[in-house]
């Protein structure tokens, strides 16, 4: 079936999150509520009409790595230049190189809807943006100048390369080496891995974001430090120039996102420059690190709602049995439709996080006083992990679901559900996996404030029971138990020991996905100022997801405070034994 943007969605989060007040603000005066539409509008019908119909494709014909050449799949140089001749990859970049400077909470509506449409596609813009953040925040004065206004056209794309193969999630035991080469620039050498889109064949020139350790720097991650190295050398007007002394190895071969390269590369002495202070790439990255988190969180999301949509109209034609309302098709038995009610309740309370997260990180930069912005920073970081591992974990989870509705037909490839799982697969791994997600939450974030944050968003949650027990005494009623069990969790590991948070992060932060999921639902029900019908629609799933799926956060609460001795009873050698 063909994509279809829910730009109503959108456009009902965007006013009960308070978008309004981000036009309110100086940064964000031209983010009026007709920018907003006019935006979200035209992205719509370039995702639909123009990305949609690559995604079978890519997934077929994927890229593929000729004599040092990445050769794209099709339609890929067409798809990317409508995106960047669209202006949508600098859509939230600074106007002074070419961005529009948009909040970040419209451009994870425009993310969504591009990685809906074509996940693999998607990904190059999507880190593209990201490298223009960290480049903003950490570059030169000569670095910015030069390669930001490339970027932000798309007529460069970037990259960030973190991962070798004796390292992977611990970027302090990398050993790739940066020298100085006398004249303010480095000779980068090492070999990286898993670099999505480190490589291809539709833009002037791809920037990569290196890790790399300079001489006598220090060990492990206090000792890494951040270089810009291009594939092509600029010259002296700033057009790409001679090659750079690097190369792609070899392309992966995976499981999904078949149209995305992922690339292994090797730095051979190649000429980078410095991004931020010496030792300090960790800090720089991880501005890039945490745009790619929210956005991959994004990707989980958007998968989930185009796994949805096809699933929804497969339901409403596939005949089958005897249904128990009598419908025509399978959408009348009871257990398909428990299964399309969790993927839509899922997809929508992932969704109202995100994009929460998102206006969080929009208010940290333009709120109206310190105070606020201090606020929405903490909130915004707080946010992060839950949005990126409960964003991603419910794309899995609902194209895993779309495959059991469609039955055979979903296992098989012919009718393309499968390609929904196979791609989505990966967001829960890249960008720090969802257990170092979880990791993060209970330990830099609730820790490192004695659960304040945490507290406080619990809160949030119980005012919007609170304001809803009069119309939704009974979803109130179950939504306010939820919070009471997730705030007894909060205190008991905002002083707990570092292994027993550990051993607790996981179900820690399902817990508190399922309280903040219950709650943007139950809101959406009680003050989304819908039409009847869409407020029917949002009461029925504000009640299933309370009813239904809320009650596992009882089950995870009870993990969290569980004896994390059990984790260690087993002595490893016996664990791994075959008998």
């Known amino acids: 079936m063909s994509y279809q943007a829910p730009v109503a969605e959108m456009r009902r989060l965007a006013r009960l999150l308070g978008h309004d007040r981000l036009a309110a603000t100086e940064r964000y005066a031209e983010a009026t509520s007709e920018t907003r539409d006019a935006i979200l509008t035209e992205a719509a019908k370039m995702a639909e009409e123009v990305l949609a119909p690559l995604n079978r494709s890519a997934d077929l014909e994927g890229a593929r790595l000729e004599n040092g050449v990445i050769r794209t799949s099709p339609g890929f140089h067409e798809g990317y230049r409508a995106i960047a001749e669209g202006g949508w990859v600098g859509l939230s970049a600074d106007p002074e190189h070419g961005g529009m400077g948009l909040p970040r909470s419209l451009g994870v509506m425009v993310n969504e809807m591009m990685a809906s449409a074509c996940l693999s596609l998607s990904l190059c813009p999507l880190l593209s943006g990201g490298q223009i953040e960290a480049l903003e925040a950490h570059g030169s004065a000569a670095l910015k100048a030069l390669y930001l206004p490339k970027l932000t056209s798309g007529a460069w794309t970037g990259t960030m390369n973190l991962t070798e193969p004796q390292a992977g999630s611990d970027v302090g035991a990398l050993r790739s080496k940066a020298e100085p080469a006398g ?26 974001l290196v890790l790399a350790r300079l001489p006598d720097a220090p060990r492990g991650s206090r000792g890494v430090s951040l270089f810009l190295v291009p594939k092509r050398l600029p010259d002296e007007d700033g057009r790409p120039g001679v090659a750079n002394s690097l190369s792609v190895v070899s392309l992966e071969h995976k499981m999904g996102l078949h149209g995305s390269p992922t690339c292994v590369m090797a730095f051979e002495e190649a000429k980078g420059w410095l991004v931020g202070e010496e030792n300090k790439g960790l800090a720089c990255m991880f501005t890039m690190m945490n745009n790619a988190r929210l956005n991959v969180g994004i990707e989980g999301v958007a998968i989930a709602e185009m796994a949805t949509q096809a699933t929804l109209a497969w339901a409403m034609e596939r005949v089958q049995g005897r249904t128990a309302d009598g419908s025509a098709t399978i959408v009348g038995h009871a257990d398909v439709r428990r299964m399309l009610m969790t993927m839509k309740a899922l997809t929508r309370a992932a969704r109202a996080i995100c994009y929460d997260c998102a206006f969080s990180l929009d208010m940290a930069q333009a709120g109206e006083d310190e105070a606020t912005r201090e606020k929405h920073a903490r909130r915004g970081a707080f946010l992060t992990p839950i949005a990126k591992a409960y964003g991603t974990d419910t794309g899995i989870e609902v194209s895993n679901l779309a495959v059991q509705v469609h039955g055979g037909a979903g296992y098989a490839e012919d009718t393309g559900i499968a390609q929904y799982f196979r791609d989505v697969r990966i967001t829960a791994i890249y960008e720090g996996t969802n257990g170092v997600q979880a990791m993060d939450l209970v330990g830099r974030k609730l820790a490192g404030d004695g659960g304040a944050t945490a507290l406080a968003l619990l809160s949030e949650a119980r ?10 005494p009974v979803l109130a009623a179950a939504l306010v138990r939820a919070v009471i069990e997730a705030e007894a969790v909060t205190q008991h590991l905002a002083m707990a020991d570092e292994t027993t948070r550990g051993a607790a992060a996981t179900p820690y932060l399902r817990l508190l996905a399922l309280v903040l999921g219950g709650a943007s639902l139950l809101r959406a ?43 260690y009873t087993i002595d490893a050698t016996r664990l791994a034994a075959t008998v």
């Not at 009680?526 to 299933?544: K, P, Q, S, V, Y």
């Open 525 to 567: 029900a009680t003050e989304g100022g819908a039409d009847a019908a869409e407020a029917e629609e949002a009461r029925a799933l504000a009640a299933f997801h309370i009813l239904q799926l809320l009650p596992m956060a009882h089950a995870h609460a009870a993990a969290a405070k569980a004896d994390k001795d059990a984790l």
């Open 183 to 208: 004249d303010g620039s480095y000779r980068v050498s090492g070999q990286k891995i898993w670099i999505s889109w480190g490589d291809h064949d539709f833009a002037e020139n791809v920037v990569h």
């Open 463 to 472: 005012g919007t029971a609170d304001r809803s027990a009069g119309n939704e």
